[in-house]
């Protein structure tokens, strides 16, 4: 089994904001690449962020990025580290509490949630570093201290920008420290791909699409890829392995760092009852009331023995026609029929997390059980406080590079020869493609031949690059 890892996550305020400035800005600049994570504070109607047109979907989000803000926002920086065993990272990790200068809304569901998993309000209002949304108000963008500025460094730097569905993300983000957004999808997603060049990954998307895992909420998703890497290492194979490692703070640094612990997945001895619904999309209608476990370990390894049953249940079918050979042939069909049944019993991604788009402020977004989604979901006892968008942001980091280690090797092995180290290229597959709840192909984050850039986004790319997009 995969051990517990303690996660250094440093407290950003706007008291410190000023000292940690040049920390953060040489933590993006020497990274491979960038993970973030938001809190929110609200995403408006539900319905219309799950509409079946996606350009429905995104004036929806519009209008949330417009009217709510961003609460937290969290910065892991993962870099590859050349001297040591391949696939090592040394991950700086920071938790930024923001509070916009402006009006806006916040959902009361949004309160009840972040309150549940230890936001501090009180933090925010007495400590938040301050920002204006939309277009630049008045100061520069590319000069000062401030979180706009940082977004402009997060840009000039030119790394990978790794989200967990990440839409909903890239909106806030635009909104409320880079310019207003555009009114057409295909104009927004024109800025995005000149915005971040190196591309941008979700990682909702690769647990989704390329590794296929049973969910792929992101506690679920980055739980079972620590588990399984722990399995590789501790297997004594020869890879593929993760390894992880922390800047260490002392002095007056550490007094900064809020150290967040994520427990190695334990066997589970007694029998319990697992949430089915919590099981497959990460959040439970009845929340805290519901009678069930919400337990991610249990859910993992009953998942795991789940697919071990079925595997074993139809080599047995299998085995069973072949003894019974050609003059049983007329039952096959039954013995089919019923290997079909069982497998649709198995849970269905797609629908995962926006079918919670009615009960909470997490709907549209997968994250449901991590995020200020505002669902009315709560873990149980035993991750309670485990909650922060700094963490967030590790896990959805981890879980990228995890998967761009599976995946090479996998691709490596197939083509039959040695791993060749491509860092540029991380997944190729999975470039660009943002995960679209309940639909079966990505949004392509593209620049297409009918759209164009907004005029407010190559003004900031004068400003950013020169016009060197």
Request: glycine share 8%; proline share 3%; hydrophobic share 35%.
């Amino acid at each position: 089994m995969a051990s517990s890892l303690v996660v250094p996550v440093i407290d950003v305020q706007n008291e410190n904001f000023k000292e940690l400035w040049p920390a953060m800005v040489v933590a993006i600049k020497t990274a491979s690449f960038v993970a973030l994570d938001t809190e929110l504070s609200g995403l408006g109607n539900r319905k219309s962020l799950l509409a079946e047109s996606i350009e429905d979907r995104y004036k929806a989000i519009c209008h949330a990025a417009r009217s709510r803000s961003i609460l937290s926002l969290g910065i892991a920086c993962y870099k590859k580290l050349d001297q040591k065993p391949a696939d090592s990272y040394l991950v700086q990790v920071y938790n930024l509490i923001l509070l916009c200068s402006e009006e806006y809304i916040i959902e009361p569901q949004s309160v009840h949630f972040l309150v549940q998993h230890g936001f501090d309000f009180n933090k925010q209002y007495g400590h938040g570093i301050p920002y204006c949304k939309g277009n630049n108000k008045g100061g520069a963008d590319d000069r000062g201290v401030h979180i706009r500025a940082l977004f402009t460094e997060l840009l000039r730097a030119r790394k990978p920008l790794v989200l967990h569905n990440g839409l909903i993300d890239m909106a806030f983000l635009y909104q409320s420290f880079y310019a207003h957004l555009p009114e057409r999808l295909a104009t927004f997603t024109a800025d995005l791909s000149e915005m971040f060049p190196a591309g941008i990954y979700d990682t909702k998307y690769v647990t989704e699409f390329e590794l296929r895992l049973s969910a792929s909420y992101l506690e679920y998703a980055y739980k079972k890829c620590k588990l399984d890497n722990g399995r590789s290492v501790g297997s004594g194979t020869t890879g593929p392995h993760v390894h992880i490692e922390f800047c260490q703070y002392a002095g007056h640094m550490s007094t900064y760092v809020d150290y967040r612990e994520c427990p190695a997945v334990a066997s589970v001895d007694e029998q319990t009852d697992i949430c089915q619904h919590f099981s497959a999309f990460g959040w439970c209608p009845n929340g805290t009331k519901c009678p069930l476990s919400h337990d991610t370990d249990r859910i993992i390894l009953q998942d795991e023995k789940n697919k071990e049953d079925k595997w074993k249940k139809r080599k047995r079918q299998r085995e069973k026609k072949r003894s019974e050979g050609e003059g049983s042939s007329i039952f096959d069909g039954n013995v089919t029929i019923a290997s079909i049944d069982d497998s649709q019993n198995t849970k269905n991604n797609t629908n995962d997390g926006k079918s919670g788009v009615g009960s909470g402020t997490g709907a549209g977004r997968e994250k449901t059980n991590n995020r200020s989604a505002g669902i009315e979901t709560q873990k149980k006892n035993a991750d309670a406080g485990t909650h922060r968008a700094g963490f967030d942001a590790f896990m959805t980091g981890y879980i990228f590079a995890y998967s761009c280690t599976v995946i090479r090797k996998e691709e490596a092995r197939e083509a039959d020869k040695e791993e060749e180290e491509e860092e540029q290229s991380w997944l190729p597959t999975c470039l660009n493609k943002v995960y679209l709840s309940g639909k079966a192909a990505p949004l392509n984050v593209v620049k297409s031949t009918f759209s164009k850039s907004s005029k407010a986004h190559m003004q900031k790319m004068e400003m950013v690059w020169g016009g060197r997009c």
